[in-house]
């Protein structure tokens, strides 16, 4: 059975830091792809960043320079590092994996950012 708990999230002024942790099991996240997205109220959920198989990283423009998305293969863990953090990056943050048809999702972790 595959589950992946995310962590890390709280509330944070602007112009802070947080790090989200995803951890796996049932899966390797280094077999595939892994995604971090986000929903803030109201809005669709949002593909935030990516880690691909190969290690290769992907951003949103909304995000880029300000997030660090990075895997742990020894600990199986994927980590989001969100720096210079803005109230509109104010959401639920969702780690994701698809292996071949079927999508995983975690149960969300909380980021409100402050003014």
């Known amino acids: 059975q595959v589950q992946l708990v995310e962590s890390g999230g709280g509330l944070v002024q602007a112009g802070g830091s947080l790090r989200l942790s995803c951890a796996a099991s049932?899966?390797?996240?280094?077999?595939?792809?892994v995604r971090w997205y986000r929903q803030a109220p109201g809005n669709q959920r949002d593909l935030v960043a990516t880690?691909?198989?190969?290690?290769?990283?992907i951003y949103a423009d909304s995000v880029k320079g300000r997030f660090t998305i990075s895997r742990d293969t020894a600990k199986n863990t994927v980590y989001l590092q969100m720096n210079s953090l803005k109230p509109e990056d104010t959401a639920v943050y969702y780690c994701?994996?698809?292996?071949?048809?079927?999508?995983?999702w975690g149960q969300g972790t909380q980021v409100t950012v402050s003014s």
């Open positions: 880690v691909a198989y190969g290690g290769n990283t």
């Open positions: 049932g899966i390797i996240f280094s077999g595939g792809a």
């Open positions: 994701n994996v698809a292996r071949g048809m079927t999508q995983y």
